[in-house]
């Protein structure tokens, strides 16, 4: 948890309140992962990353 990974945490079907409970107070002094600044533009995923952004065109 101490990583800087944690986006989200809660349980699924059946999952009680004391579980919850037991989570929040786990992650409780957790701090939500940054997000990182960086520029906008279309990123894909696959076997390997690939954004497409201004420097992608060949003609301009």
């Given amino acids: 948890m101490g990583a800087g990974f944690l986006n989200?945490?809660?349980g699924c079907?059946?999952?009680?309140?004391?579980?919850?409970?037991a989570i929040?107070?786990?992650?409780?002094?957790?701090?939500?992962r940054q997000l990182p600044d960086i520029p906008i533009a279309?990123?894909?995923?696959g076997l390997?990353?690939?954004t497409i952004d201004e420097s992608s065109c060949e003609y301009r």
């Fill in 42 to 45: 279309c990123r894909l995923a």
């Fill in 13 to 21: 079907c059946g999952t009680t309140p004391d579980y919850i409970r």
């Fill in 24 to 32: 929040k107070a786990a992650v409780e002094k957790v701090s939500p």
């Fill in 48 to 50: 390997e990353p690939c």
């Fill in 8 to 10: 989200i945490i809660g």
